[in-house]
């Protein structure tokens, strides 16, 4: 996949929706041109301001739970005993959609970014835990055996050998992860709150019946997430180039 | 130069001992094969001397000092059939493991990361000698098996060990390319006179390279062990003379009582 067939897929996109709203020919469908016009005016007047409010967010939840979520895989990878003990535990919380556990965390943490960034974490938490725990634990022991008897001890193999084996997982947990995450900040977003992409389409430019502001909002929410998803693919290339050699 | 002196070893949930109350002796600069059926146990007997299993009872010294050796970083080599490279790192990185292993806890040595001969670090002195300098930017998956298994020695040998243990590593090779290694250990092991360890279930290869041949079968192993003479090996002719095949038949016949 090419940079340029990406960039002609956008520009299907583009002009299949053009076409739409040409036919459709509602307010409620405005053309992309007119939500492009939108969208750069509005930039400066707020929804720059809430697209940063949206991409912190995000960003920190991801920081946050690759941060935690590794060595704690690590150990659980590491020490089957450790694992066995939390297993169950892990089983039983994985499938809950942590989303449902936001008026209890807005309880504790109230309705400022750390009950939004919490949530975000929460769900990210568990998928990075689960991959980095089974990756590492996936490393055959003959692997290990070689680099030990070249002198690395536990702080080397964690080193040289798990964390370069678990990062290309990290990595896929958080790709897939990111569309749940932003849809989960979206719906954070939509109450109790006066910043971020999800206030400015649901509470500011919907309420206002203001459609290619609205438009405008929903295409810079799609856009955080697709840029999130490049920087995802670009670190992927440049920290672990040996999986794109022919 | 290796010692097991009275060695217990039991895999946990095993009702039997795979070592009991084993002794052997491997003198310095000694190159010994090491064949049995597999699951008899060779494969634990090298990671026992290397240190990454530990006995139940009994002593393994390594040069005098008791395995797992602490201060001695890197100083037993060993060489597994899979080779054992990272496969997210170069074929130049690969070599290079075990001297930034060092470097990590702080025991760069100067004597191994500075010069083997001349000016050429010893990475380059091995990826060199080895035929591999045209790879070192290549990943593993982008080699040839017996290409990783040089990748995999030459790792070994930067770091100068004392003990060189080899664990069926050209099992998975095709036959001209095992015979090229073979005869690249047997070349190896003439040059620098490092002790070693060659296990495989290969009569053929067992005969070839080991000077001395130890036979395994089923477990447990105690003494006395039986150990085959075999002072024809160490030269590329004894695969052709008659006395290769008369050893290979006798070793044959051996290991077929076990069965």
């Known amino acids: 996949m090419r940079n340029r067939d990406i960039l002609l897929a956008a520009l299907a996109l583009f002009i299949a929706w053009e076409i739409a709203a040409l036919i459709l020919n509602r307010e409620i469908l405005p053309a992309p041109t007119d939500v492009l016009v939108a969208f750069v005016a509005q930039l400066p007047r707020g929804l720059g301001w809430h697209f940063v409010v949206s991409a912190w967010r995000v960003v920190a939840s991801i920081a946050l739970s690759v941060a935690l979520a590794t060595p704690a895989g690590l150990v659980l990878g590491q020490y089957p005993r450790v694992n066995r003990f939390f297993a169950p535990l892990i089983y039983l919380t994985y499938p809950i959609p942590k989303i449902v556990l936001l008026p209890i965390v807005i309880l504790f943490l109230g309705i400022g970014d750390a009950s939004k960034i919490a949530i975000i974490f929460l769900i990210l938490f568990f998928q990075v835990l689960v991959v980095v725990r089974d990756a590492s634990a996936a490393l055959r022991p003959e692997l290990l055996y070689s680099v030990e008897s070249l002198g690395a001890g536990r702080r080397a193999l964690l080193r040289f050998v798990y964390l370069p084996a678990t990062l290309p997982a990290v990595l896929t947990a958080i790709r897939v992860s990111i569309g749940t995450a932003i849809a989960v900040l979206f719906f954070t977003e939509s109450f109790a709150t006066n910043a971020g992409l999800g206030y400015y389409v649901i509470v500011d430019t919907f309420q206002r019946i203001a459609f290619p502001e609205m438009y405008a909002g929903v295409v810079a929410m799609s856009v955080l997430g697709l840029v999130l998803y490049f920087v995802v693919d670009y670190l992927e290339r440049i920290l672990c180039p040996y999986l794109f050699v022919k | ?259």
């Not at chain 2, 039997?16 to 699951?39: H, K």
């Not at chain 2, 070994?156 to 060990?161: A, D, F, K, S």
Request: aromatic share 8%.
């Open chain 2, 1 to 259: 130069m290796i010692e097991i002196r009275d060695l217990t070893f039991t895999y946990p949930n095993q009702p039997a001992p795979l070592f009991d109350a084993f002794d052997w002796r491997v003198a310095r600069g000694e190159f010994w094969s090491v064949i049995g059926a597999s699951g008899c146990g060779k494969s634990t007997l090298l990671h026992l001397i290397v240190g990454v299993r530990a006995a139940s009872a009994g002593t393994i010294t390594v040069n005098g000092e008791s395995v797992p050796r602490k201060q001695n970083r890197g100083k037993t080599g060993l060489v597994l059939q899979d080779y054992g490279l990272l496969p997210w790192a170069t074929v130049r990185e690969n070599v290079k493991l075990g001297l930034r292993i060092r470097e990590f806890y702080g025991q760069d040595d100067r004597r191994e990361s500075s010069a083997v001969s001349g000016q050429r670090s010893a990475v380059e002195f091995w990826l060199e000698r080895f035929g591999l300098a045209a790879l070192r930017d290549k990943y593993p998956a982008q080699i040839s098996g017996g290409q990783r298994q040089r990748v995999a020695i030459a790792r070994t040998l930067v770091l100068e060990p004392d003990v060189l243990l080899m664990d069926e590593p050209f099992s998975a090779l095709d036959a001209p390319t095992r015979e090229d290694l073979e005869q690249l250990t047997l070349d190896l092991q003439n040059e620098t006179g490092m002790t070693t360890i060659f296990v495989t279930h290969n009569i053929e290869e067992a005969v070839f390279l080991g000077r001395k041949i130890l036979v395994l079968d089923a477990p447990p192993h105690r003494s006395p062990l039986r150990v085959v003479e075999n002072a024809g090996a160490g030269r590329a002719a004894y695969r052709d003379e008659a006395a290769f095949a008369e050893k290979a038949r006798m070793l044959r016949e051996m290991l077929k009582r076990d069965a």
